[in-house]
Protein backbone atom coordinates (compact mmCIF):
# COMPACT_ATOMS: atom_id res chain seq x y z
CA UNK A 1 0.00 0.00 0.00
CA UNK A 2 2.50 2.29 -1.07
CA UNK A 3 -0.01 5.43 -2.80
CA UNK A 4 0.77 8.88 -3.69
CA UNK A 5 -1.36 11.59 -4.30
CA UNK A 6 -1.34 15.27 -3.98
CA UNK A 7 -3.60 17.48 -1.84
CA UNK A 8 -4.31 20.81 -3.00
CA UNK A 9 -3.56 24.46 -0.68
CA UNK A 10 -6.94 25.37 -1.36
CA UNK A 11 -9.03 22.28 -0.47
CA UNK A 12 -6.95 22.00 3.01
CA UNK A 13 -7.48 25.43 3.70
CA UNK A 14 -11.26 24.99 3.38
CA UNK A 15 -11.06 22.18 5.78
CA UNK A 16 -9.20 24.03 7.87
CA UNK A 17 -11.12 27.23 8.03
CA UNK A 18 -13.91 24.46 9.23
CA UNK A 19 -12.00 22.73 12.04
CA UNK A 20 -11.12 25.94 13.06
CA UNK A 21 -14.29 27.68 13.74
CA UNK A 22 -15.75 24.02 15.12
CA UNK A 23 -16.81 24.60 18.90
CA UNK A 24 -16.50 20.76 20.17
CA UNK A 25 -13.11 21.34 21.18
CA UNK A 26 -12.51 22.18 25.09
CA UNK A 27 -10.75 25.37 25.77
CA UNK A 28 -10.35 27.62 28.00
CA UNK A 29 -11.64 30.82 27.68
CA UNK A 30 -13.28 32.54 24.46
CA UNK A 31 -10.32 34.51 24.19
CA UNK A 32 -6.89 34.71 22.34
CA UNK A 33 -3.50 34.36 24.56
CA UNK A 34 0.04 34.44 23.76
CA UNK A 35 2.84 32.34 25.30
CA UNK A 36 3.59 33.94 28.45
CA UNK A 37 0.12 33.49 29.46
CA UNK A 38 0.43 29.85 28.22
CA UNK A 39 2.83 29.73 31.34
CA UNK A 40 0.81 30.80 34.00
CA UNK A 41 -1.30 28.43 33.84
CA UNK A 42 -1.33 25.95 36.76
CA UNK A 43 -4.36 23.90 36.58
CA UNK A 44 -2.42 20.61 35.79
CA UNK A 45 -3.82 20.04 32.18
CA UNK A 46 -1.91 19.56 28.91
CA UNK A 47 -2.77 22.47 26.40
CA UNK A 48 -1.48 23.59 23.10
CA UNK A 49 -1.86 27.03 22.04
CA UNK A 50 -2.66 27.79 18.23
CA UNK A 51 -3.20 31.30 16.86
CA UNK A 52 -3.73 32.18 20.30
CA UNK A 53 -6.82 30.02 20.47
CA UNK A 54 -6.21 26.99 23.43
CA UNK A 55 -7.02 23.16 23.24
CA UNK A 56 -7.01 20.77 25.87
CA UNK A 57 -5.28 17.75 25.21
CA UNK A 58 -7.15 14.74 27.00
CA UNK A 59 -4.46 11.96 28.33
CA UNK A 60 -3.67 9.31 25.56
CA UNK A 61 -4.83 5.66 25.26
CA UNK A 62 -2.21 2.97 25.92
CA UNK A 63 -2.97 2.01 22.04
CA UNK A 64 -1.44 5.25 21.37
CA UNK A 65 1.11 5.35 23.79
CA UNK A 66 2.98 1.74 22.57
CA UNK A 67 3.04 3.55 19.30
CA UNK A 68 4.54 6.54 20.73
CA UNK A 69 7.19 4.65 22.58
CA UNK A 70 7.98 2.52 19.36
CA UNK A 71 8.72 5.06 16.79
CA UNK A 72 10.38 7.55 19.45
CA UNK A 73 12.59 3.97 19.73
CA UNK A 74 13.29 3.18 16.36
CA UNK A 75 14.54 7.26 15.59
CA UNK A 76 16.20 7.07 18.55
CA UNK A 77 18.63 3.92 17.16
CA UNK A 78 18.06 5.83 13.57
CA UNK A 79 19.54 8.88 14.87
CA UNK A 80 21.60 8.16 17.32
CA UNK A 81 25.51 9.88 16.83
CA UNK A 82 23.81 12.36 14.54
CA UNK A 83 23.55 15.67 14.07
CA UNK A 84 19.18 15.38 14.41
CA UNK A 85 17.66 14.26 17.45
CA UNK A 86 14.19 12.86 18.37
CA UNK A 87 12.05 14.14 21.13
CA UNK A 88 8.04 12.64 22.55
CA UNK A 89 5.47 14.50 24.35
CA UNK A 90 5.27 16.27 26.55
CA UNK A 91 7.65 18.62 24.85
CA UNK A 92 6.72 22.73 23.68
CA UNK A 93 7.30 23.87 20.53
CA UNK A 94 6.69 27.72 19.90
CA UNK A 95 6.45 27.53 16.11
CA UNK A 96 5.82 31.80 16.00
CA UNK A 97 8.09 32.73 19.05
CA UNK A 98 10.13 35.39 17.33
CA UNK A 99 6.92 36.92 15.86
CA UNK A 100 3.43 36.75 17.65
CA UNK A 101 4.57 33.89 20.15
CA UNK A 102 0.94 32.42 20.64
CA UNK A 103 1.22 29.37 18.89
CA UNK A 104 2.84 26.31 21.05
CA UNK A 105 2.06 22.46 19.74
CA UNK A 106 3.23 19.15 21.90
CA UNK A 107 3.77 16.53 18.96
CA UNK A 108 3.76 13.24 19.96
CA UNK A 109 7.59 12.56 18.09
CA UNK A 110 9.71 15.25 16.68
CA UNK A 111 12.84 15.46 15.03
CA UNK A 112 15.19 18.76 15.32
CA UNK A 113 18.24 19.17 13.37
CA UNK A 114 19.71 22.49 14.19
CA UNK A 115 20.04 22.52 17.97
CA UNK A 116 20.53 26.20 17.71
CA UNK A 117 16.44 26.26 17.97
CA UNK A 118 16.56 24.28 21.26
CA UNK A 119 16.40 26.12 24.91
CA UNK A 120 15.72 25.12 28.17
CA UNK A 121 11.56 25.41 27.53
CA UNK A 122 11.98 23.78 24.20
CA UNK A 123 11.74 24.45 20.55
CA UNK A 124 12.01 28.00 18.63
CA UNK A 125 10.64 27.53 15.25
CA UNK A 126 10.06 24.46 13.18
CA UNK A 127 11.18 21.07 13.68
CA UNK A 128 12.19 19.06 10.80
CA UNK A 129 10.09 15.97 11.21
CA UNK A 130 7.05 15.90 13.00
CA UNK A 131 4.56 12.84 13.96
CA UNK A 132 0.94 13.04 15.18
CA UNK A 133 -0.60 9.94 16.09
CA UNK A 134 -4.55 10.48 15.76
CA UNK A 135 -7.30 10.02 18.87
CA UNK A 136 -10.86 10.45 18.39
CA UNK A 137 -10.38 14.00 20.33
CA UNK A 138 -7.47 15.45 17.93
CA UNK A 139 -8.21 13.67 14.75
CA UNK A 140 -9.85 16.65 13.03
CA UNK A 141 -7.06 19.01 14.51
CA UNK A 142 -4.14 16.98 13.31
CA UNK A 143 -5.62 16.28 9.92
CA UNK A 144 -6.37 19.99 9.27
CA UNK A 145 -5.47 22.52 11.50
CA UNK A 146 -2.19 21.42 12.37
CA UNK A 147 -1.65 19.98 8.64
CA UNK A 148 -2.30 23.74 7.43
CA UNK A 149 -0.21 25.14 10.37
CA UNK A 150 3.29 23.15 10.18
CA UNK A 151 3.19 23.69 6.13
CA UNK A 152 2.77 26.95 7.06
CA UNK A 153 6.35 27.16 8.56
CA UNK A 154 7.77 24.93 6.88
CA UNK A 155 7.81 21.55 8.75
CA UNK A 156 9.53 19.46 5.98
CA UNK A 157 8.04 16.35 6.86
CA UNK A 158 4.69 15.50 8.61
CA UNK A 159 3.37 11.79 9.33
CA UNK A 160 -0.17 10.97 10.55
CA UNK A 161 -0.51 8.05 12.25
CA UNK A 162 -4.12 6.30 12.42
CA UNK A 163 -3.69 3.46 15.26
CA UNK A 164 -7.15 2.00 14.29
CA UNK A 165 -6.93 1.57 10.50
CA UNK A 166 -2.70 0.95 10.94
CA UNK A 167 -1.93 3.50 7.97
CA UNK A 168 0.96 6.27 7.81
CA UNK A 169 0.57 9.39 5.54
CA UNK A 170 3.76 10.53 5.31
CA UNK A 171 3.31 14.43 4.29
CA UNK A 172 6.56 15.97 2.75
CA UNK A 173 7.19 19.35 2.03
CA UNK A 174 7.89 20.39 -1.73
CA UNK A 175 7.92 23.71 -3.34
CA UNK A 176 5.65 24.83 -0.08
CA UNK A 177 3.02 22.63 -0.09
CA UNK A 178 2.79 18.78 0.96
CA UNK A 179 2.60 15.55 -0.88
CA UNK A 180 1.86 12.88 0.78
CA UNK A 181 2.40 9.45 0.51
CA UNK A 182 0.26 6.43 2.21
CA UNK A 183 1.79 3.44 3.86
CA UNK A 184 0.27 0.29 5.33
CA UNK A 185 1.35 -1.74 8.65
CA UNK A 186 3.38 -4.19 6.43
CA UNK A 187 5.23 -1.17 4.98
CA UNK A 188 8.90 0.30 5.22
CA UNK A 189 8.48 4.08 5.79
CA UNK A 190 11.31 6.11 4.21
CA UNK A 191 11.97 9.16 5.71
CA UNK A 192 12.37 11.53 3.56
CA UNK A 193 14.75 14.07 5.19
CA UNK A 194 17.58 11.26 6.37
CA UNK A 195 19.18 10.05 3.48
CA UNK A 196 18.34 5.80 3.24
CA UNK A 197 16.78 5.62 6.74
CA UNK A 198 13.10 3.60 6.62
CA UNK A 199 10.79 2.78 9.29
CA UNK A 200 9.81 -0.99 9.25
CA UNK A 201 5.56 -0.05 10.85
CA UNK A 202 5.18 -3.83 11.22
CA UNK A 203 7.84 -2.75 14.34
CA UNK A 204 5.28 -0.03 14.73
CA UNK A 205 1.65 -0.50 15.76
CA UNK A 206 1.15 -3.04 18.69
CA UNK A 207 0.08 -6.77 18.04
CA UNK A 208 -3.80 -7.28 19.21
Not at 108 to 117: G, H, Q, S
Not at 129 to 150: A, G, N, Q, W
Request: aromatic fraction near 12%.
Amino acid sequence: MDGEKYISGEAEESAVSESAHNRQYARKEDQRYTYNDYLEWDDDQRWELIDGEPFLMSAPSWRHQRISSNLHGELYIILKGKPCEVYAAPFDVRLNAYTFDNTVVQPDILVICDRDKLDDAGCKGAPDFVIEILSPSTSSRDRHLKFSLYRSVGVREYWVVEPEAKIVSAHILNNEDYITRIYGETDKAPISILENCFIDLADIFPKE
